[in-house]
């Protein structure tokens, strides 16, 4: 059985930083990429940052500049390094998981950016 297991959210204050991490357990075979997702209240899931297995990252357009995602697909982890924050990036962050036959989802972290 895969699960998908986030950590490091919480309260920051605007301006401030929070590292987001990802990790998995079980047997997923030949991941395509890892991604991180979020969504704030009354909103609908949107995808922030990808890493694939090429090492390509990919980011919308609110977060460039600001988010990092890093990570060692090899390993099943990935990171989100979040700089600058701002209170429209308040919301649950989720981890997804594309692999071979499989596409996994964590329960998601909070991170709430307020003065």
């Known amino acids: 059985q895969v699960q998908v297991v986030e950590s490091g959210g919480g309260l920051v204050q605007p301006g401030g930083s929070l590292r987001l991490s990802c990790a998995t357990s079980?047997?997923?075979?030949?991941?395509?990429?890892m991604a991180w997702y979020r969504q704030a209240p009354g909103q609908e899931r949107e995808w922030v940052a990808m890493?694939?297995?090429?090492?390509?990252?990919s980011y919308v357009d609110s977060v460039k500049g600001r988010f990092t995602i890093s990570g060692d697909l090899a390993k099943n982890t990935v990171y989100l390094q979040m700089d600058s924050l701002k209170s429209e990036d308040t919301a649950v962050y989720y981890c997804?998981?594309?692999?071979?036959?499989?596409?996994?989802w964590g329960r998601g972290t909070q991170v709430t950016v307020s003065s």
């Open positions: 997804n998981v594309l692999s071979l036959g499989r596409n996994d």
């Open positions: 079980g047997i997923i075979f030949s991941i395509n990429r």
């Open positions: 890493i694939t297995s090429g090492g390509s990252r």
